[in-house]
C-alpha cells in the first residue's frame, strides 16, 4: 500500500473558477466569426472537444465542427484577444485557498494543465501561484503539447515533484482530465465545477466543492 504524498491540481475549473469564461470568450468569438452556437448544446459537444487539448488544436477542433472559415494564425490571435479580454474577470474557485492551506503542511503540491504559456505566465502572477506551488507548475508546453486524456502531464509533474504516480491524487474538472490522472495510475478526484457527476462518473472520488474533501479520509485512499 502506497501512502498519499502529493496533490497535482488541474488548473482551469480547479483552482481557477474560468471554464465558463473560456466557453463565453469563445461563443463571442465563434459569433464574431458569424457562427451562433446555443451555450448548453455547445459545452456538451465541442468544449467536450476543447478539454485538454494545446490552444492551437482548437481552432482546428472548430473548423471541424463548425465549420469556421479563415487563417489559421489571423484566427488564433482574434481567439486569444478575446479570451484575454474575459480572463481579466477571472477568481479563485469558490474553497480552494482553504485546502490549499490544509494541504500545505502534510502534502507536496503541483499544478498540471493544458494552458500553454502565453495564458499560464499572467495567471500565475495575478495569483501568486509560485507562492503556493513554488516551481511546480507545469504546462502543456513541458511535454511536447502531448494533450489529455493522455497521461504525459501527470507523470511529469509527479516525477519534478520525486514521487511515484501511486503516492500522487490528481483534482480534475473534466471527463477527459479524470481519464489522464487514472492513465497516469493515481487516484482522481472530480470537483463539479464544470461538468455534472455522471460525466465524471471514472473518478475515484466526486465532490461538489473542496469542503467536501476530507483530509483526514479522501486523500489517503490504499493503492496497490
Given amino acids: 500500500m502506497s501512502k498519499v504524498k502529493a496533490i497535482i491540481f488541474d488548473l482551469d475549473g480547479?483552482?481557477?473558477?474560468?471554464?465558463?469564461l473560456w466557453t463565453d470568450a469563445d461563443l463571442s468569438f465563434l459569433k464574431n466569426?458569424?457562427?451562433t452556437v446555443d451555450k448548453e448544446h455547445y459545452k456538451k459537444t465541442v468544449k467536450t472537444l476543447l478539454m485538454g487539448i494545446a490552444f492551437t488544436e482548437g481552432i482546428d477542433v472548430f473548423k471541424k465542427h463548425l465549420g469556421l472559415e479563415g487563417e489559421i494564425e489571423e484566427l488564433l490571435n482574434k481567439r486569444k484577444s478575446m479570451i484575454n479580454k474575459y480572463l481579466e474577470n477571472v477568481a479563485y474557485v469558490n474553497g480552494f485557498t482553504?485546502?490549499?492551506n490544509k494541504l500545505k503542511e502534510?502534502?507536496?503540491t503541483a499544478i498540471a494543465t493544458a494552458l500553454?504559456?502565453?495564458?499560464?505566465?499572467?495567471?500565475?502572477?495575478?495569483?501568486e501561484l509560485k507562492r503556493l506551488f513554488n516551481d511546480h507548475i507545469y504546462s502543456i508546453e513541458d511535454i511536447g503539447f502531448i494533450p489529455k486524456p493522455n497521461p504525459d502531464i501527470y507523470l511529469h509533474a509527479a516525477a519534478k515533484l520525486g514521487f511515484k504516480p501511486q503516492e500522487c491524487i490528481g483534482i480534475e474538472d473534466s471527463p477527459k482530465g479524470v481519464e489522464a490522472v487514472n492513465r497516469a495510475g493515481m487516484k482522481s478526484i472530480a470537483i463539479t465545477t464544470?461538468?455534472?457527476?455522471?460525466?465524471l462518473s471514472h473518478a475515484d472520488l466526486i465532490?461538489?466543492?473542496?469542503?467536501?474533501?476530507?483530509?483526514?479520509k479522501n486523500l489517503i485512499i490504499p493503492i496497490p
Fill in 14 to 20: 480547479v483552482i481557477i473558477d474560468s471554464e465558463n
Fill in 116 to 127: 500553454v504559456r502565453y495564458f499560464l505566465d499572467p495567471i500565475i502572477v495575478k495569483f
Fill in 207 to 216: 465532490v461538489d466543492s473542496f469542503s467536501e474533501i476530507d483530509l483526514s
Fill in 194 to 199: 464544470t461538468y455534472d457527476k455522471e460525466m
Fill in 98 to 100: 482553504q485546502f490549499h
Fill in 106 to 108: 502534510s502534502y507536496k
Fill in 33 to 35: 466569426e458569424g457562427i
